[in-house]
């Protein structure tokens, strides 16, 4: 089965920016979204961003809107998250999530792959 690998997590003060990375291997199917979920302790998983590697349509949650910006390598198989003006209410583990049905959605529940995850902390 396919594999997702995010990277790029860290410790950063507020106003500081940070880059994730997510490479996307093994999948069957040539088009597919690759999504950004985060999830804050006591908080449920919600969507920050997605793209879609077919016609590279773009969803941003309104919380970071302006903020960040989600892009692909040339192959397409890698996706980054450039984070600018980090505040402490971005803290949160990131996942990066693919869903092969190519369908574009917020909801944790329509991607059938995941990442392990990668911490990003933000002080104030």
């Known amino acids: 089965e396919g594999q997702v690998v995010e990277s790029g997590g860290g410790l950063v003060q507020a106003g500081g920016s940070l880059t994730l990375s997510c490479a996307a291997s093994?999948?069957?199917?040539?088009?597919?979204?690759i999504a950004w979920f985060r999830q804050a302790p006591g908080k449920e998983r919600e969507v920050v961003s997605y793209i879609s590697s077919s016609d590279g349509r773009t969803y941003y949650a309104d919380s970071v809107k302006g903020r960040f910006t989600i892009s692909t390598n040339n192959a397409k198989n890698t996706v980054y998250l450039q984070m600018d003006s980090l505040q402490p209410e971005d803290t949160a583990l990131y996942y990066c999530?693919?869903?092969?049905?190519?369908?574009?959605?917020?909801?944790?529940?329509?991607?059938?792959?995941w990442g392990q995850g990668t911490q990003v902390t933000v002080s104030s």
């Open positions: 093994g999948f069957v199917f040539p088009d597919y979204v």
């Open positions: 999530a693919v869903d092969i049905t190519d369908t574009g959605t917020i909801y944790p529940s329509l991607y059938e792959y």
